[in-house]
Nanobody, 116 residues
Framework: QVRLVESGGGLVQPGGSLRLSCTAS????????MGWYRQASGKQRELVAT???????DYVDFVKGRFTISRDNAKKTVYLQMNSLKLEDTAVYYC??????????WGQGTQVTVSS
């Protein structure tokens, strides 16, 4: 059974940076497009960044230029570098497969709080 473990969240001031990590157990990690999702309080979970098996990346508009997703297949790890953080980036961040039909059990997520 594949398990996802997110880490790296915390409390940061507006304009600050954080780097999130997500490590997967199990095999065949490298063939899947992976994504970082976030869920703010009272809102639905949304996909904000995707990294395909080829290494190509994609972002929703409101994080473009601020967030960078990357992957290390040898370590079965996906990263999210978040710069210029805003108050509205406050959420629990999760990783999972990016294609909706391939999503597996969610991990515990990692809390990111942007506050002055």
């Amino acid at each position: 059974q594949v398990r996802l473990v997110e880490s790296g969240g915390g409390l940061v001031q507006p304009g600050g940076s954080l780097r999130l990590s997500c490590t997967a157990s199990g095999s065949m990690f490298s063939i899947y497009a992976m994504g970082w999702y976030r869920q703010a309080s009272g809102k639905q979970r949304e996909l904000v960044a995707t990294v395909y098996s080829s290494g190509i990346t994609d972002y929703v508009d409101f994080v473009k230029g601020r967030f960078t997703i990357s992957r290390d297949n040898a370590k079965k790890t996906v990263y999210l570098q978040m710069n210029s953080l805003k108050l509205e980036d406050t959420a629990v961040y999760y990783c999972n497969r990016a294609r909706p039909s391939a999503v597996i059990s969610w991990g515990q997520g990692t809390q990111v709080t942007v506050s002055s």
